[in-house]
């Protein structure tokens, strides 16, 4: 996608609230408008002064009041629809993604790092909001006013205008000279910066070592001539940006002096009014404004437009497809692969290589083989992740590209590698609500997932809730309660990758019991790491480098003296 | 009230050293913002009379002060700004310095409290914050002091009931914004909440998005994502209307102009001089709209940035670690048995306000150059008792010797020099190579070094770096591979001349040739030192000549190999049958 395309998709994204956006233009319009009538007024003020006439003093107060009221409600009605329009906005955004977020595929949530998306959703999003609400609105207001006050100073003495206007840019050049250098100077401070705050981190993941080897004086060191670099750095910043600081306010002056000097010899001249001289110090500060703010307002929009573009381009990641039918998982072959390979995307190593197999109806397989053999692959390939590029996946009785991901997940229940809670209590994780406490069922699948064991040490119970990502449980116990999930759902097929890995023996013993008993019907896949304790299993599906190498029960594959007895016994060696 | 004090004073000491050089920076600068407007405003006077009475001598004369006045302003403002400019940049160094040397010297287990994301959340954002309540919000202070102060002062001096009316009006609506003020603040934290649950629900999503696909929950995590959207919304429209509110009362307060031009103006007409003082007050009339405005500014500017300095005065206030450590009679429980090894008894260690031990009674004895095991599950405090050792966690009592010494006879760094620790990831940072060296030992010779890596199996690849070993290191050494690290590591260990090798296992095997290489230099390390070693491999321990289990801080079983193997419920024996000792691919 080229630059030009996600521009525009932010812009469109921004018409979505039109009905907001359209009234703060003009309500911003009506207001720079105000600003250049009130410069009027008091040049009418301060004539009628002169003058010495009490009656259109009077008559200029009276206006000047309405007009000052007027923008005040102009700026309220600015502020307030700015408002409606920015928040409502990045709370559909937020709705939007999250919704496109839930339904992206497998590969999608690979590529982005998870962390990435959850930056973009906090940091970008302040940024781009406060851009909507603030940033854009007032540079455009910025504008309009300036535009405004030139077309008036220009109509009412177009010499005293040119003079002014002229000495602008000139003094634009000015500070862009003397403020090129202090970029550098930032770029060379934050540099060393930078590095003194690696070397804290640095000192902070190595407290340990550093103690343990006496290594502190070289830190300090490393420290301090870091922190004379940036000091050296600072200094000439600062010397430059005083320096900037002093000539900005002394530059200032000259357009006012001009005004002053000029403005007054017309004056004397009886070609303009003293009145007319106040406005225009006041309008010309309207001018002056986009010189000296544009920059900075300019790379703050540029830069808030980076992270509204990074966060749209979340709504463009790829889902997972919807259409599909309600298929059932029926008939002798509950799943089979046929001749499947498969890579993932982006990557040139296939994963299963002409992978054949079938699972009937109550079957127990384990999948067994070193890591990165396959196994995890095959499991995301029944749950619809993925489709391979070879050959078929066919469940009950359908090619799974058929099936809806929907109707195919509702009928099967899977425990991941990674034991992952919700930070709801831990009743809602096991029933995911569509159960209650009392319910038998409940009940029982406390039992066998061994939650039982371990639920009167938590504060709150089945209350508890589990915490930032799971952060309050071990990782035994949210196991245990994720097998519990899967049980819970009562679906003729079970995934089990890895579910009982961060167990001690005999809770996976215990575990692994119930499963050996769960009713005949269902049917149960199962990856694990260690075999031992997996003898009560119907058949083992070993795999090596992406294929299937021997598949067969126990005593069978023993006999055939393969892979499966290698494995076994360099398990087994510890024992002897 | 009180502790804020307390912790502002502290924090200020820092500021001792450049204190003139800062008051005159601070006082030059507030001082030079009102002088000038002051000026101008006198100024503005005598160029509005010279139009009205036409005289044009006054007109170039002012126009020549305006001239002076800048560049002499200018000129002081200069020095006061930069003067207070380069004070704060000194005591931002101080403070830093102060805060890395607490890092480098402050015991572990008081640094180990935060997490290490907070502490350099301290050290970048916190250390900020302290310095622009000095660059910033002092500033502003003064400047709200001289400038606003000073232009009502000089109203009341021009035409007292002008400056009634100025300083009544703007303080009314000064008053008025208070209530609103302290509701922005309450929304605000209730923004700051909303937005929170908003993000941990979002990151539940992104991070159990493969659950919430296998269990078809997109519809239910959804509707609660929109209820929090929603009620985010809610309260950010509510927090920033507050806000609005609060700007357009502020901005009413220049009504107070229209009312001085109205009653000044009846004034000139009545009496053309004052025309001059009209034009003056109406320019200084902005310092005292601002003094009010800004008033609750720094007041809410400060309460914040005494937050980030209580923070940082946390850690700066932090004890380091002595030099020695003071030995009492708990320590000196047993004369060591003036054997020769290493020599424990009664260890007892515990963590501060903690009442259970993690280390109960740990005695053993382990004779020069031989290797002692140390198993057992984990939490049963095997890497305790090695940090104890190397006194990152002081003991409650018991005695450490080595050979005739009692450790507590020696200075921190004697005793650490006593160990060489190789943990389970090795910590490389970054520099080159050489310096990863060089931070162990001072003045080290070339060929130590070289002499270093040979026995670590690190040489061959080192040299295969163009730049040798001034090869440049990321952090953490993340641009080598891990055995590299390992053996860099490892290398390191072996230019000290320490007598004992604490060992912490790798669980996790190193591609093939490096582990290799890493197995063959730890046997070097192993055999030329009295070693301790946290086992995981069953290599390991049956190679060991001792073998100590350990569970719930004690030591429960101890022998070689083949006697535990003989305890019929041995724990030791029960652990090696499950399998949790990695067994070695030969």
């Known amino acids: 996608m080229n630059k030009r395309t996600q521009n525009n998709g932010l812009w469109t994204y921004m018409l979505l609230k039109w009905y907001w956006l359209i009234p703060t233009i003009i309500v911003i319009t009506g207001y720079s408008a105000l600003k250049i009538a009130e410069g009027h007024m008091l040049a009418s003020l301060i004539n009628s002064i002169v003058e010495q006439d009490k009656n259109q003093l009077a008559r200029a107060i009276y206006l000047t009041a309405t007009v000052f009221s007027g923008s005040v409600c102009s700026f309220f009605l600015w502020k307030f629809l700015a408002i409606q329009f920015s928040d409502r906005l990045c709370a559909l955004l937020q709705r939007k993604i999250s919704n496109r977020i839930a339904k992206a595929t497998d590969h999608t949530m690979h590529q982005n790092h998870s962390g990435d998306i959850i930056s973009r959703m906090s940091n970008d999003l302040m940024l781009f909001q406060e851009m909507l609400q603030k940033d854009i609105f007032q540079l455009f207001g910025g504008i309009a006013t300036a535009i405004f006050a030139m077309i008036y100073l220009f109509s009412n003495n177009w010499l005293l205008t040119v003079v002014v206007l002229a000495s602008l840019p000139v003094i634009g050049i000015l500070s862009v000279v003397l403020s090129s250098p202090i970029e550098k100077y930032t770029q060379d401070a934050q540099k060393s910066l930078s590095d003194i705050n690696k070397e804290a981190k640095e000192s902070i993941t190595g407290a340990e070592i550093i103690r343990a080897f006496n290594m502190q004086p070289f830190f300090l060191n490393r420290f301090k001539s870091f922190q004379n670099t940036w000091t050296t750095h600072s200094k000439k910043k600062v010397k430059q940006s005083v320096l900037l600081l002093v000539f900005g306010i002394l530059v200032a002056f000259i357009p006012f002096l001009i005004v002053f000097g000029f403005g007054g010899y017309l004056v004397l001249q009886g070609q303009i009014t003293v009145g007319l001289l106040f406005a225009f110090i006041q309008l010309l500060n309207y001018i002056a404004f986009p010189l000296q703010e544009l920059p900075l307002l300019l790379g703050k929009i540029k830069s808030s437009i980076a992270g509204g573009r990074r966060l749209i381009s979340l709504l463009s990641v790829e889902v997972e497809r919807s259409d599909g039918i309600e298929g059932t998982l029926a008939g002798e072959d509950l799943i089979r692969f046929e001749n499947v390979s498969f890579r993932y995307p982006d990557q040139k190593e296939w994963a299963l290589k002409d992978v054949s197999f079938s699972i009937r109806k109550g079957e127990r397989i384990a999948f067994v083989g070193s890591s990165g053999c396959g196994k995890s692959t095959v499991f995301k390939l029944i749950l619809g992740d993925y489709s391979p590029q070879k050959g078929k996946v066919i469940a009950g009785d359908h090619k799974l590209e058929e099936w809806s991901l929907h109707s195919l997940r509702n009928h099967m229940a899977t425990v991941v590698q990674e034991p992952f809670l919700l930070d709801i209590s831990i009743q809602d994780n096991i029933t995911l609500g569509h159960f209650d406490a009392q319910d038998p069922l409940f009940e029982r699948v406390l039992s066998q997932a061994q939650i039982n064991t371990f639920l009167s040490q938590l504060p709150d119970g089945l209350e508890t809730l589990g915490g930032e990502l799971g952060s309050r449980f071990s990782g035994g116990q949210r196991q245990r309660i994720c097998v519990a999930r899967a049980l819970m759902k009562q679906t003729p097929l079970i995934l089990m990758d890895e579910a009982t890995s961060a167990l001690d023996n005999e809770t996976e013993s215990l575990i692994l019991k119930t499963i050996r008993e769960l009713p005949g019907e269902t049917t149960i896949l199962m990856i694990a790491h260690r075999i031992q304790p997996l003898g009560f299993v119907d058949r083992f599906i070993v795999m090596d480098q992406g294929r299937i190498v021997e598949e067969g029960n126990h005593e069978e594959l023993i006999e055939k003296n393969g892979r499966y007895k290698q494995l076994f016994q360099s398990q087994l060696l510890a024992v002897e | ?586």
Not at chain 2, 249 to 267: E, P, R, T
Request: hydrophobic share 45%; glycine share 6%; aromatic share 10%.
């Open chain 2, 1 to 586: 009230m009180k502790i804020e004090r307390d912790i502002l004073k502290r924090f200020l000491a820092f500021l001792k050293p450049y204190r003139y050089q800062y008051s005159f920076g601070v006082i030059g600068v507030g001082f030079m913002n009102f002088a000038l407007t002051a000026y101008l405003a006198f100024v503005l006077g005598d160029l509005t009379s010279s139009m009205v009475e036409l005289d044009q001598q006054l007109l170039i004369k002012t126009c020549w002060n305006v001239l002076i006045m800048l560049v002499v302003g200018g000129t002081i403002l200069y020095f006061s700004a930069k003067a207070l400019l380069t004070s704060t940049l000194n005591v931002e160094k101080d403070i830093r310095s102060a805060f890395f040397s607490r890092l480098l010297n402050s015991p572990i287990v008081q640094l180990s409290q935060y997490p290490s994301g907070e502490l350099l959340s301290r050290f970048s954002n916190d250390v900020n914050e302290s310095i622009q309540l000095l660059k910033d919000t002092f500033q502003s202070l003064a400047i709200m002091l001289f400038y606003g102060v000073g232009s009502c002062i000089t109203i009341f001096f021009l035409d007292w009931s002008m400056g009634l009316i100025i300083c009544s009006l703007s303080g009314s609506i000064f008053i008025l914004n208070l209530p609103i003020i302290r509701r922005i603040r309450k929304t605000s934290q209730i923004v700051q909440r909303q937005k929170a649950s908003f993000l941990n629900l979002f990151s539940q999503l992104v991070q159990g998005q493969r659950i919430i696909r296998y269990f078809n929950l997109a519809d239910w995590i959804q509707k609660k994502i929109w209820q929090q959207s929603e009620d985010l919304k809610n309260a950010n429209i509510h927090r920033n209307s507050l806000e609005t509110i609060r700007e357009t009362l502020d901005s009413i307060s220049f009504l107070s102009i229209l009312v001085v031009i109205f009653i000044g103006g009846y004034k000139a007409i009545n009496d053309p001089s004052y025309l001059i003082k009209l034009v003056a007050i109406i320019q200084l009339q902005n310092g005292a709209t601002f003094l009010f405005t800004i008033l609750t500014t720094i007041y809410s500017e400060i309460s914040r940035r005494l937050a980030g300095v209580e923070r940082l005065m946390e850690i700066v206030d932090m004890k380091e670690e002595p030099l020695t450590l003071s030995a009492n009679d708990k320590h000196r429980l047993i004369e060591s048995e003036s054997g020769v090894g290493l020599c424990i008894n009664h260890l007892w260690f515990s963590y501060p306000n903690h009442d259970n031990p993690v280390l109960k009674d740990i005695c053993f004895h382990i004779p020069e150059g031989r290797t002692g095991a140390f198993v057992g599950p984990s939490g049963s405090g095997k890497t305790t008792l090695f940090k104890v050792l190397l006194c990152l966690y002081q003991p409650a009592r018991g005695s450490v010797n080595f050979k005739e010494k009692n450790l507590y006879d020696l200075s921190l760094k004697e005793w650490r020099q006593i160990f060489t620790y190789v943990p389970q990831d090795a910590f490389l940072f970054s520099g080159t190579i050489k310096n990863n060296f060089e931070a162990v030992c001072q003045n080290l010779s070339q060929e130590k070094i070289h002499e270093a890596c040979e026995m670590a199996c690190a040489s061959s690849f080192i040299k295969a770096f163009d730049e040798e070993f001034d090869f440049s290191l990321d952090e953490f050494g993340s641009n080598l591979s891990g055995g590299q690290r390992q053996r860099i590591a490892l290398a390191r260990s072996f230019v000290t001349d320490s007598p004992v090798l604490l060992l912490d296992e790798a669980t996790s095997a190193l591609d093939v040739e490096s582990e290799q290489a890493v197995q063959e230099a730890l046997k070097q390390l192993i055999n030329k030192k009295t070693t301790l070693v946290i086992a995981h491999r069953l290599s390991t321990v049956k190679s060991a000549d001792c073998i100590f289990y350990l569970e719930d801080g004690r030591i429960i079983e101890q022998g070689t190999h083949n006697e535990l193997m003989q305890m019929p419920n041995g724990y030791y024996r029960k652990m090696v049958l499950a399998g949790d000792l990695i067994e070695d691919p030969e």
